[in-house]
């Protein structure tokens, strides 16, 4: 690979290993990139390696979703496949060939405490719109549904902060899972291959842009 030293080669074989293969969060026609990307951030950092994003919402478009702040992001949105679906249905059916469970962030009778569910199995983790949370269609098929525990005033909170406590609890539960849980190697082997691909890629892009740069310059 074009500049892939033994260290950035050791760095991506380390993110690899700590990928989550069966864990994801699914964003139902969330619009704000700030909140994109800090949730992408958050993503990256326990280990998520792809997520969903559902827009039924003609006025969200796929470069605004796939665009974060760029000060929230810091580069995240590059090692996390983003998957795009306009249809609910679709999206649930695509979700559920990976992942066993989906579980809605919604209030009601039925909801059960983020604390009490087991995250240690094959989930995705279901968030909705900033301002009017998950559609109908999303809470008929979700399996169930969790809130986060709250005992202020204000019983909501930011979606890239619900989002971040909720993935970090399922971290935890996982870590300490982590000895009872056997490594995919060679799943491991191919995320390390496409971050080895995108390192590559990414250095040939700066490359040719200052070799451009150059040239305009002379």
């Known amino acids: 690979m074009t500049d892939l030293t033994d260290n950035r080669s050791d760095r991506l074989r380390v993110v690899a290993s700590h990928r989550q293969k069966d864990l994801t969060i699914i964003l139902e026609n969330v619009h704000d990139r700030h909140n994109i990307g800090a949730i992408l951030r958050t993503c990256d950092s326990v280990g998520i390696h792809e997520i969903y994003v559902i827009y039924t919402d003609d006025r969200l478009s796929e470069d605004k979703n796939t665009k974060p702040g760029k000060t929230s992001s810091s580069g995240a949105s590059k090692w996390i496949n983003v998957h795009h679906f306009t249809d609910v249905e679709e999206c649930f059916a695509e979700v559920r060939k990976k992942y066993h469970t989906i579980i809605g962030t919604a209030l009601s009778d039925e909801a059960k405490d983020l604390y009490a569910i087991d995250l240690t199995q094959p989930t995705a983790l279901l968030f909705g719109n900033e301002s009017v949370g998950l559609s109908a269609t999303a809470r008929k098929l979700a399996d169930s549904n969790f809130l986060i525990p709250q005992v202020g005033f204000v019983q909501s909170l930011n979606i890239s902060v619900a989002c971040a406590v909720s993935i970090y609890e399922a971290y935890r539960q996982r870590n300490q ?3 009872s849980t056997p490594i995919d190697q060679e799943w491991t082997d191919k995320i390390y291959n496409r ?4 390192h590559t ?3 040939l ?5 200052k070799t451009m740069k150059r040239k305009n310059n002379l």
């Open 177 to 179: 899972d982590s000895e």
């Open 201 to 203: 890629e990414t250095r």
């Open 205 to 209: 892009r700066k490359q040719a842009h």
């Open 195 to 198: 971050y080895a691909n995108i």
